[in-house]
């Protein structure tokens, strides 16, 4: 795992950023997210992301709501593409393959992640790093519910042991991809979906870097039961570990 600044090449040969014509701007970027009943906080981020990326970035929801959610997605120039609701990773799986930029953000719907700090993510992926996973832990996060932190600890625990480096935040939503890194790799998981997008990466010797967030309190309700949904996460971060080496 990368901790510091670096300008060599990631594994995909890119140098220094970009593209031979320079810097990706908010114009190469979508941003996209799962969106399930967030009427309450949809609203806020989509206004955050227009604010922050100057109205330059693409947002594609993938929507399994029986709320407004997905209309007040439309208004405010969303893509929005409906489908049942089938958890976390079929939605986004779908979102993430669905833009042509040639640089995708993921985030939640529910205010919790920090949209001021996009630029960020876009400078590290200018840097020439192939993903930019944010760090939710790495300040406390005292906003998130104290089971989910201990568990958050655990997997990344876990996934270090089984990964044979240090990674801090496996389950984050807000993270930075090159279109090309999700575009290579098959992704088989639903609720782990987050940290499969973090190990295979990894271990295909992609470069990636943890970088710090803020995480807020959410509005409305979660979607994920946090037992079940631990269960699942855990075994997804041990299959695909042992995939990838015996790959
Ligand atoms: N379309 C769709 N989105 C989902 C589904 N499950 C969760 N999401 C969205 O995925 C994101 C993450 O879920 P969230 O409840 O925030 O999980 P938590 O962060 O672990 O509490 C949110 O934006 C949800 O609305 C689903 O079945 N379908
Ligand atoms: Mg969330």
Not at 43 to 62: N, R, S, Y
Not at 167 to 188: F, K, Q
Not at 211 to 216: G, T, V
Request: aromatic residues 6%.
């Amino acid at each position: 795992m990368s901790s510091e600044k670096r300008t060599g090449p990631g594994a995909n040969g890119a140098v220094d950023g970009a593209t031979d014509g320079g810097e990706y701007t908010f114009e190469d970027v979508s941003v996209v997210m799962g969106t399930y009943n967030e009427e309450e906080a949809i609203g806020t981020v989509l206004a955050d992301v227009e604010d922050v990326t100057d109205g330059k970035a693409e947002v594609v929801c993938v929507d399994g709501s029986s709320d407004r959610t997905p209309e007040i997605a439309r208004e405010h120039g969303a893509t929005v593409i409906e489908q049942p609701p089938q958890g976390y990773g079929v939605a986004v799986r779908a979102a993430i393959l669905e833009p042509d930029r040639p640089v995708v953000v993921t985030t939640d719907c529910d205010d919790t992640y920090p949209m001021e700090q996009l630029p960020e993510f876009l400078e590290l992926i200018n840097e020439g790093y192939d993903v930019v996973s944010g760090d939710r832990l790495y300040h406390g996060a005292d906003a998130m519910p104290a089971f989910n932190r201990l568990g958050n600890h655990a997997f990344a625990a876990l996934a270090s042991v089984l990964l044979g480096t240090r990674v801090h935040d496996t389950t984050t939503g807000m993270r930075a991809y090159r279109r090309e890194v999700v575009e290579s790799i098959e992704w088989t998981e639903n609720t782990g979906l987050s940290a499969e997008l973090l190990i295979r990466p990894l271990l295909r010797r992609y470069d990636v870097r943890e970088h710090p967030i803020e995480y807020r309190e959410r509005a409305g309700e979660t979607k994920l039961d946090p037992i079940q949904g631990g269960a699942e996460i855990a075994k997804s971060i041990v299959t695909v570990c042992l995939e990838e080496r015996f790959r």
